[in-house]
């Protein structure tokens, strides 16, 4: 007769299961990390100090801008909705520009403090 090891089928997790736990959530923390601070950057910092800082900012700088001239310029923004809207998509190209373009695994990491 065979005796059930421990592992999945006794219902505890395996060393390898716990190990790709551990990386996943380092991952998940250090992409979390990079996607606030590439954010405050790109929103708070002034250009070239920015991308001097971050050189990877350069490309979400130019879609910001597209953003600003083809989106905001061509509508009817008040101050408040014209702000509010540069957040969200600094945001989307930060989140875009950190976790790369498959968009499976495309969240926005939730604000801090909220």
């Given amino acids: 007769m065979v005796q059930p090891t421990k592992g999945h089928e006794a219902g505890g997790a395996s060393e390898a299961d716990i190990t790709s736990e551990l990386e996943s959530t380092k991952d998940s923390e250090t992409l979390n990390k990079k996607y606030f601070e590439l954010l405050d950057s790109l929103l708070n910092d002034k250009k070239n100090s920015a991308i001097k800082k971050h050189p990877e900012l ?6 910001l801008e597209v953003y600003e001239t ?15 809207f540069k957040k969200k ?22 604000e801090e403090g909220s």
């Fill in 70 to 84: 083809y989106f905001l310029a061509g509508g009817n923004w008040d101050e408040v909705g014209a702000i509010e």
């Fill in 58 to 63: 350069i490309s979400a700088y130019k879609a």
């Fill in 89 to 110: 998509m600094a945001k989307t190209i930060i989140s875009k520009l950190v976790k790369g373009n498959d968009s499976s695994e495309l969240q926005t990491p939730k």
